[in-house]
């Protein structure tokens, strides 16, 4: 059974949109004039091809070993700006998220590889605990965080991403953070470039 090709949709203007010929005026245009592919709709789109490399899984190590490609092992060989460490102690450290769900979304990693929470000696769980709160006070200060979700993910099928590796996640919030874009789109719109927090949150860093 053959199946006719759908007209092409057009984008129509909003009721109270400016009327045709003001120079706000919001033309009505095709999907594939914008050079889409497939059936046309009304929808628009956010492209984010830096995702490609999470889903490919890029940067996630071989194997369990240290030396299987763990990038929390190999995170602490690099430069702050390259690594996007915000800050070193003697047991732990504070890093960048490279695929963060909000803006600020950091990791605190003890340098020695170790997979779980009971493994971590007095000295390590004890600096991450302190981390933990500077992470917390410097996001505040950059940011003016108004909460946060802090945890760990503790094996693979707990949801850990590098399950080898123990990091605790702490996640800045703010109200209405959670909208279409993440709950409909799986898309999350982060309005500053890596880089640039990881320097914020280094200067607002406790003791810097």
């Not at 010929?21 to 009304?42: C, F, L, Q, S, V």
């Not at 949801?159 to 993440?182: C, E, K, S």
């Amino acid at each position: 059974m053959s199946v006719e090709p759908e007209e092409p949709v057009v984008q129509e203007a909003r009721d109270d949109a400016p009327e045709s010929g003001t120079e706000n005026a919001r033309k009505p245009h095709y999907e594939e004039e914008r050079g889409g592919a497939g059936i046309p709709d009304n929808f628009q789109r956010l492209w984010t091809p830096h995702r490609m490399a999470y889903i490919k899984g890029e940067n996630k190590p071989s194997g369990g070993g240290s030396g299987d490609g763990c990038p929390f092992c190999e995170i602490p060989k690099m430069s702050d700006e390259e690594g996007l460490v915000v800050a070193r102690g003697h047991s732990v450290f504070a890093v960048l998220n490279l695929y963060p769900y909000n803006s600020g979304h950091l990791m605190v990693v003890p340098f020695r590889h170790v997979a779980d929470y009971t493994e971590l000696d007095e000295a390590e769980y004890g600096e991450l605990a302190t981390f933990t709160q500077r992470s917390l006070t410097a996001l505040r200060k950059a940011s003016g965080a108004q909460g946060f979700n802090v945890g760990m993910n503790l094996g693979l099928v707990a949801g850990a991403g590098i399950a080898a590796h123990l990091h605790q996640h702490v996640v800045p919030r703010w109200g209405g953070d959670t909208n279409f874009m993440p709950v409909v789109g799986h898309t999350k719109v982060l309005p500053q470039l890596l880089r640039d927090t990881r320097q914020l949150l280094a200067d607002a860093w406790p003791g810097a």
